[in-house]
Structure formats: C-alpha cells, structure tokens
Nanobody, 117 residues
C-alpha cells in the first residue's frame, strides 16, 4: 500500500508560479513511475507529466517549457514546478504512483490550483 500526500496548491494570478509536492510513503516499489495529472470541472483527467525510477520524464504538450517534474528518491518526493501559469491550468491536480510490475495505481487526494485572469 502506498500513500501519497500532496501540497502546494493555491490561487495565483496568470503568469505566476506554484510548486506542487507529493510525498510517497508505505510499501514503495523500486521500479515505478510517478506523475501529475489534472482534472478540470466537467472534463476528463489528463496527464501533466511523469517521471520514471530512472529519471525519464514525459510532459503534455501544454506543459512543455513551463512545467518541470523532478523527484528526490531519498525522500520519496516528486515535485511539479509550474511557471507562467495560465487560466487554462486551473484544475485539481492529482499525484499518481504506478508500480511498474503490478501495474497498480495509487492516487493522492488532489490539490486545487486556480489561476485567475
């Protein structure tokens, strides 16, 4: 069982920055992928970015150049640095942990990010 604790959400003006943090605890597999997803009201959840155990990253096109995902393995923490925020970034952001071999997913409780015009 993996528990994910998220923090860092809030209200910012367009052009501002926020850093989201996700701390994983419990039975953490060595081989895993962690990532951030977001869901706006009335819309489907979408990928923001992921990072593998080896440090390989992927980003949604909307996040490239503005968002940076990183991980601190020693602290079991994943960060999402969001710069140049736009109103379109407004959503609930969820941290995800994927066990590479079992394919089981774990989700954080979500943290609200609101970007005003």
């Amino acid at each position: 069982q993996v528990q994910l604790t998220e923090s860092g959400g809030g209200l910012v003006q367009a052009g501002g920055s926020l850093t989201l943090s996700c701390a994983a605890s419990g039975s953490i597999s060595i081989l895993n992928t962690m990532g951030w997803y977001r869901q706006a009201p009335g819309k489907q959840r979408e990928l923001v970015g992921t990072i593998s155990s080896r440090g390989t990253t992927t980003y949604a096109d909307s996040a490239k150049g503005r968002f940076t995902i990183s991980r601190d393995s020693t602290k079991n923490t994943v960060l999402l640095r969001m710069n140049s925020l736009k109103p379109e970034d407004t959503a609930v952001y969820y941290c995800n942990f994927l066990n590479t071999w079992s394919r089981r997913d774990y989700w954080g409780q979500g943290t609200q990010v609101t970007v005003s015009s």
